[in-house]
């Protein structure tokens, strides 16, 4: 598995780490990505169950895809490879801010994240979702999911609350 991109709190490279290093303890802050993909004018989302055999919240919906860019790769070039590995397809993206968070899950470990959102618009579907990654894949309209997000909060990963309220205030949709 490749390392992951240690950061400073403003997204500047200061090394790297393994993967499950930069996870466990007390976690390292790193470089990662997060893709909101819309549609339907920017009225749904795709958003994903995350696989059950995932470190850190298996089993929870987030956002459409995340993960960390490789040494030398873009955010908008990890954004891209990832789209296609987890679900099968590909959309033109566009940045839409960064944010840092942390957070525990359980005893299963931690994420502490330097995170470059990355915004999609599409109307093809999900060719085909990795079993691996992706439980299961849903479009749903915004308003539904913020109603869901607000009364069961803890079944939706902590980035993707961020990482939605950001786009939302920042008017990307």
């Given at each position: 598995?490749?390392?992951?991109?240690?950061?400073?709190r403003?997204?500047?490279?200061?090394?790297?780490?393994?993967?499950?290093?930069?996870?466990?303890?007390?976690?390292?802050?790193?470089?990662?990505?997060?893709?909101?993909?819309?549609?339907?004018?920017?009225?749904?989302?795709?958003?994903?169950?995350?696989?059950?055999?995932?470190?850190?919240?298996?089993?929870?919906?987030?956002?459409?895809?995340?993960?960390?860019?490789?040494?030398?790769?873009?955010?908008?070039?990890?954004?891209?490879?990832?789209?296609?590995?987890?679900?099968?397809?590909?959309?033109?993206?566009?940045?839409g801010?960064?944010?840092?968070?942390?957070?525990?899950?359980?005893?299963?470990?931690?994420?502490?994240?330097?995170?470059?959102?990355?915004?999609?618009?599409?109307?093809?579907?999900?060719?085909?979702?990795?079993?691996?990654?992706?439980?299961?894949?849903?479009?749903?309209?915004?308003?539904?999911?913020?109603?869901?997000?607000?009364?069961?909060?803890?079944?939706?990963?902590?980035?993707?609350?961020?990482?939605l309220?950001?786009?939302?205030?920042?008017?990307?949709?």
């Amino acid at each position: 598995m490749p390392d992951v991109i240690l950061t400073d709190r403003q997204g500047r490279a200061v090394g790297s780490a393994e993967i499950k290093d930069a996870h466990t303890g007390s976690g390292k802050l790193h470089k990662a990505f997060s893709i909101y993909v819309f549609r339907k004018n920017k009225r749904e989302i795709l958003i994903q169950r995350r696989s059950t055999a995932k470190m850190l919240w298996p089993g929870i919906w987030a956002n459409t895809c995340c993960s960390h860019p490789r040494k030398d790769e873009s955010p908008l070039a990890a954004g891209t490879r990832r789209l296609t590995e987890e679900l099968g397809f590909t959309t033109d993206l566009h940045e839409g801010g960064t944010f840092v968070y942390r957070a525990e899950d359980g005893k299963r470990g931690v994420e502490h994240e330097h995170v470059t959102i990355l915004i999609g618009n599409t109307d093809d579907a999900v060719a085909e979702a990795n079993p691996d990654e992706v439980v299961e894949w849903k479009w749903i309209d915004l308003p539904s999911l913020q109603t869901d997000m607000k009364k069961n909060p803890d079944q939706y990963a902590p980035w993707f609350h961020l990482g939605l309220a950001q786009i939302l205030s920042a008017a990307h949709v």
